[in-house]
């Protein structure tokens, strides 16, 4: 991982954020927040092994990479990522393509684990991503995360605050 780059947790949108399937005692913000190294704060599936995870930033941002920590057992298998695409459900998420699609194998969710590589290219200008886990690792009845890191960089220049028409306008080349 390149200097330039950094987790993206600063840039992520507390309040405009939500997970499909999520167990009321285990929501997103397990994964996705500091203390989500806590093997105890997790996300966990509700009522099959399904989640649909939609995160939103305060700023574009380039993502460079995605690290997910969880057991082996429950862990996810296989990941579906959708930069900004507007309004998704299951039976969409399942049906559409998205953006990339990552096979997850049990040495890729540990704690040491590198960050795996997204297209680069296909992941500019993200204001949403999506990431639906369409099963895990041995077809348990529910998926477990403990950590979701998203690696890259903001579109935000540092020393400077922008507001969010000018980060639109300079992501469009306007300026």
């Known amino acids: 991982m390149k200097s330039d780059t950094k987790d993206l947790q600063e840039h992520i949108d507390p309040k405009n ?10 929501q997103l913000p397990n994964a996705l927040l500091k203390g989500r190294d806590d093997e105890k704060q997790i996300l966990k599936s509700d009522s099959d092994e399904q989640l649909l995870i939609r995160i939103n930033f305060d700023a574009f941002v380039k993502i460079k990479a995605i690290k997910i920590t969880a057991p082996a057992d429950c862990g996810p298998s296989s990941i579906k990522l959708f930069v900004n695409p507007g309004s998704l459900d299951f039976e969409g998420a399942e049906d559409e393509e998205g953006t990339q699609t990552i096979e997850l194998s049990k040495d890729d969710l540990k704690k040491d684990a590198k960050a795996l590589p997204v297209k680069f290219v296909k992941f500019q200008k993200v204001s949403t991503l999506v990431i ?6 041995e077809e348990e009845d529910q998926t477990v995360i403990q950590s979701i890191q998203l690696i890259g960089k903001s579109s935000i220049i540092e020393g400077s605050k922008p507001s969010l028409a000018q980060q639109k306008a300079a992501a469009q080349g306007d300026w």
Do not use: P, S, Y
Not at 132 to 137: A, D, E, K, S, T
């Open 17 to 26: 954020w939500e997970c499909l399937n999520a167990l009321k005692d285990h």
């Open 132 to 137: 639906f886990v369409q099963g895990n690792q």
